[in-house]
Each structure stands twice: as C-alpha cells, then as structure tokens.
C-alpha cells in the first residue's frame, strides 16, 4: 500500500522526471522488465528477463559456437557479467561450456536440447506478454511508438 507521503514524491518525480525521455524510458523497461519476470515464473520457467539475450544470441546463432567474449560484444556487456549467468544458465541445464578445440583457453557456448526447448517457449511466451501491452494502443499510436523507439536506438546505437 502506497502511502500518501510516497504518492506525493511519484507525482513530484514524474512531474519533473516524466519530461526527460532517458527516465521515462528506463522507467517503462523497468516496468516490462518486472512484468515479464512475473509472466514467466508463472509460466513454469526458471529464467529471469535479463538472461534471455544470452539464450537468444546463441540460439540464433545456429550452428556457430559463439565465445563468452563474443556474446559480451553482441550485448554491450562486460565479459564477467555474462561469464556469471552462462554459469547459471548452464546449472539449470540450457548451456554448455564447451573448451575451443584450437585456443583451450577460450570457452565456446552451446545449447542443450532443453535450452533449445525453453527459448522457443519463451519466445512464445514473451510475444504474448508484448501483446497484452501493445494491443491496448490503436495501431497508428504502436507504430509511431516503435518507430521512434528504432530511431532512438539508432541514434544511441553509434
């Protein structure tokens, strides 16, 4: 329960703050972020939002194995954050680390059968989840909003 003292700071926030295109943004991937990470314990998974590009990037990379260090570029993440969930990811049995057969100091990731399973799953899972938002805003609104959302990313992506 909201008290009326944590009303009044929101409205002050989101008063100044709502007007910056950064806080909001971030405001609203965190609000998804929370949604989605609801939707998919309830969905029976074991994975958090934030593992997903991890499995992606792997899964569509077909057959190529890709390095820790290469899925760290792909994601703009730091080697030791990603070294940290293919670990989880690998515990819960969706991964394996595998030694590259030409630099053994170099792990290469690959999925398991059920990690194969779980991210088709999950793809599924979380296009219902963007659904049940963007199907709540008229068609012309959904474009105008992903294409500004693309021309940000574009913009922020250099």
Same mark, same amino acid.
């Given at each position: 329960m909201i008290t009326d003292k944590e009303a009044e700071l929101r409205?002050?926030? @989101?008063?100044?703050? =709502?007007? &910056? @295109?950064?806080?909001t943004i971030t405001h609203v991937g965190h609000l998804m972020g929370k949604k989605a990470n609801r939707e998919l314990v309830r969905s029976g998974f074991?994975? $958090?939002?934030? $593992? %997903? /590009?991890?499995?992606? &990037?792997i899964y569509f990379s077909g057959d190529s194995l890709l390095s820790q260090q290469e899925i760290a570029n792909l %994601? #703009?993440?730091? *080697? @030791?954050g990603i070294q940290r969930s293919v670990r989880t990811l690998e515990r819960d049995g969706y991964l394996r680390i595998v030694a590259d057969e030409v630099d053994r100091?170099?792990?290469? &990731?690959?999925? !398991? /059968? +059920? =990690? $194969?399973?779980?991210v088709e799953k999950v793809i599924e899972t979380i296009e219902q989840i963007d659904q049940q938002v963007t199907n709540q805003l /008229? +068609?012309?609104e959904l474009s105008s909003f992903l294409s500004t %959302? #693309? *021309? &940000? !990313?574009s913009l922020l992506d250099k």
């Open positions: 409205d002050k926030l @989101s008063e100044r703050m =709502g007007r &910056i @295109s950064l806080f074991r994975l $958090q939002l934030e $593992q %997903l /590009p991890i499995l992606f &990037i %994601l #703009h993440k730091d *080697k @030791s100091r170099k792990n290469l &990731i690959r999925l !398991t /059968p +059920a =990690g $194969q399973l779980v /008229p +068609a012309d %959302l #693309h *021309k &940000i !990313t």
